[in-house]
């Protein structure tokens, strides 16, 4: 990929539109992971096409490896890498015993990891009593694929309308495959692999995304397509790396045309919706209407002198499914450092239940 296309791959993640949810993507640490599998995939492009050596090589097995313990999705791209890297070298001449032994010794340690995440986060991934929405599939794609080419009119479009624009999205895909370099050509068949790939396994570990959708009547929840989002973008990038290396005059000019087209468009968007991606004077984040405070009063009214007192956590939505475990000290110090919050609090909850 050229300098001027990992410039605009740079702005295209950093100004990614997520609906109104922006602040619930990057505002929360547990929702941060979703974006270790695309570190995860960039360190396997440079793995397949990059020349490194064996310190780099290290370095970035360890990254993989934090990668897959943060997004166990990535354990797939590791596993990937790990084949691709020893059968390499194991058929090279000369062997570098090295390069032999350094996918062997990451390999020996993310099986260690994986076991000991086993138990606690598979079960965790797979929705196994959860249902498919049949109706809601070609929604699930698009917003999976189409969405960062057309988040403000997203509310616009119909099943009809979504699938005549992922025949165009595909149309151009594969039209790229033909025309581009060799390079590129290889870059582009293993982002789309991994595109259609991690769409397929949010799909069928998240089941109820299919419910959660409303007919193109919002994004949320947009942390579940925040990596197919990404990908698309890395995508369109590879296709500006792709034009600008291109030999044959006339395609160039035309498939300059159109990427300059969908350039322009894409910052005249961001420019006439600045108010959806920044943050300005509202927060975006979904929220209920209590505070964690109100919860902290809460549990303390009702648990009274617990040892251990669970706690709801209402920024987590849905609501009623997450609570959390505070400990003692710190729901006695809390209510005693507000006495009059909590006082007003137990005020209102006896006329609300008066």
């Known amino acids: 990929?050229?300098?001027k296309a990992r410039i605009i791959l740079f702005y295209g993640i950093l100004l990614l539109p997520m609906g109104f949810s922006v602040s619930e993507m990057y505002g929360r640490a547990n929702n941060i992971g979703y974006g270790f599998f695309y570190i995860a995939f960039v360190i396997m492009v440079w793995f397949f096409f990059a020349e490194h050596d064996t310190w780099k090589k290290i370095f970035n097995y360890f990254i993989l490896i934090l990668c897959s313990v943060t997004n166990p999705v990535s354990y797939i791209i590791l596993a990937i890498v790990l084949l691709f890297d020893f059968f390499k070298n194991v058929f090279k001449?000369?062997?570098?015993?090295k390069n032999i032994i350094a996918p062997i010794l990451a390999g020996a340690i993310s099986?260690?990891?994986l076991g000991m995440m086993a138990?606690?986060?598979?079960?965790?991934?797979?929705?196994?009593?959860?249902?498919?929405?049949?109706?809601?599939?070609?929604?699930?794609?698009?917003r999976s694929w189409i969405y960062p080419f057309v988040w403000p009119f997203y509310s616009y479009f119909n099943d009809f309308k979504a699938i005549i624009s992922m025949i165009a999205f595909i149309t151009i895909c594969i039209y790229f495959v033909f025309v581009a370099g060799k390079a590129n050509r290889k870059l582009l068949f293993v982002?789309?692999?991994?595109?259609?790939g991690y769409t397929l396994i949010t799909l069928l570990s998240r089941k109820s995304l299919t419910k959660v959708l409303l007919g193109y009547l919002?994004?949320?929840?947009?942390?579940?397509?925040?990596?197919?989002?990404i990908l698309v973008v890395f995508i369109f990038c590879t296709f500006v790396s792709a034009v600008g290396s291109m030999n044959d005059g006339v395609i160039k000019n035309r498939l300059k045309t159109l990427v300059s087209f969908?350039?322009?468009?894409?910052?005249?968007?961001l420019s006439i919706n600045a108010n959806i991606i920044f943050e300005f004077t509202e927060n975006k984040l979904v929220e209920t209407s209590r505070t964690l405070e109100d919860e902290i009063y809460r549990a303390y009214y009702e648990q009274g002198e617990s040892e251990d007192y669970l706690v709801s956590c209402p920024p987590f939505l849905p609501e009623g499914l997450w609570q959390a475990k505070f400990?003692?000290?710190?729901?006695?110090?809390?209510?005693?450092?507000?006495?009059?919050?909590?006082y007003e609090f137990v005020s209102q909850l006896s006329d609300e239940s008066g």
Request: hydrophobic content about 45%; proline content about 4%.
């Open 1 to 3: 990929m050229n300098l």
């Open 93 to 97: 001449k000369p062997k570098n015993i």
């Open 111 to 113: 099986l260690v990891s």
């Open 119 to 142: 138990a606690i986060t598979v079960s965790d991934l797979i929705q196994k009593d959860a249902e498919f929405d049949t109706t809601k599939i070609i929604e699930f794609f698009f």
């Open 191 to 196: 982002s789309y692999l991994t595109l259609i």
């Open 218 to 229: 919002r994004s949320w929840p947009d942390r579940y397509f925040y990596v197919q989002n």
């Open 262 to 269: 969908l350039l322009i468009y894409s910052v005249i968007l």
């Open 327 to 342: 400990p003692k000290e710190y729901i006695l110090a809390s209510v005693a450092d507000n006495i009059d919050d909590y």
